[in-house]
């Protein structure tokens, strides 16, 4: 069993367009993040849900906007796509709010042409 | 801003030599330092470190934080090719527990 999924795998879009990915975790975790990893391997935070409630949104344009409809699903959608969102975005759960181990999903590798 | 810096940025070595990778950092109420290995895919779990100068070691790695001079390493001994990975230096800070990641050390461990 995957302990934190994420779909789907890979996305190839157009300029413009709008997408989400969807992420779930089965670890009974509290807390879930998007990262997003660029081509230099730089991973870096974008959101954090702790049991549905928002407590970490950096400065990440509005055009993504994360949804979290129970504790063990974290969805990210993003509108207007543009070249600059083509990464790969990585879910990530942990057990607690505080420091601890995050579990993190296989990515999601985004293409926006 | 919180800062981590990793060195060196990427590595080759031959199957059998001892690594060290570094991790600094410049941030606002730190809280642990978290180390990670990617190979193709998800970043895995390798230490956490809270506390100065207690060494964390699994097989062949360990792992040791020094919170007065802000930096933590990373030691492989007799280094295999699966060793071969980016390893990640994280650092957990602030009430909110923002994990901040590094830019990286790309080791290549070669036959």
């Known amino acids: 069993d995957t302990a934190v999924s994420q779909t789907p795998k890979y996305l190839v879009t157009q300029m413009g367009n709008d997408k989400s990915i969807k992420c779930e975790q089965n670890l009974g975790h509290d807390t879930m993040y998007w990262y997003k990893q660029d081509s230099k391997k730089f991973l870096k935070i974008m959101f954090s849900?702790?049991?549905?409630?928002?407590?970490i949104n950096e400065t990440v344009p509005n055009r993504f906007s994360p949804k979290s409809p129970d504790k063990a699903h974290l969805n990210l959608h993003i509108n207007s796509l543009e070249l600059g969102d083509s990464a790969v975005y990585f879910c990530?759960?942990?057990?607690?709010?505080?420091?601890?181990?995050?579990?993190f999903g296989e990515g999601s590798r985004l293409t926006v042409l | 801003e919180d800062k981590v810096v990793q060195s060196p940025l990427s590595l080759v070595v031959h199957e059998g030599d001892t690594v060290t990778l570094n991790c600094s950092y410049e941030?606002?109420?730190?809280?642990?330092l978290l180390w990670y290995k990617q190979e193709k895919k998800a970043p895995t779990f390798l230490f956490m470190l809270?506390?100065?100068?207690i060494e964390k070691k699994s097989g062949r790695l360990s792992s040791i934080l020094d919170k007065k001079e802000l930096f933590s390493i990373l030691n492989i001994t007799a280094t295999q090719t699966g060793d071969s990975a980016v390893y990640l230096c994280?650092?957990?800070?602030?009430?909110?527990?923002?994990?901040?990641f590094g830019t990286g050390t790309r080791l290549q461990v070669t036959l």
């Open positions: 809270t506390s100065s100068g």
């Open positions: 994280a650092v957990y800070t602030g009430t909110a527990s923002k994990l901040t």
């Open positions: 849900y702790n049991n549905k409630e928002l407590i």
């Open positions: 941030v606002t109420n730190f809280r642990s």
């Open positions: 990530a759960s942990s057990q607690v709010r505080g420091p601890g181990e995050l579990f």
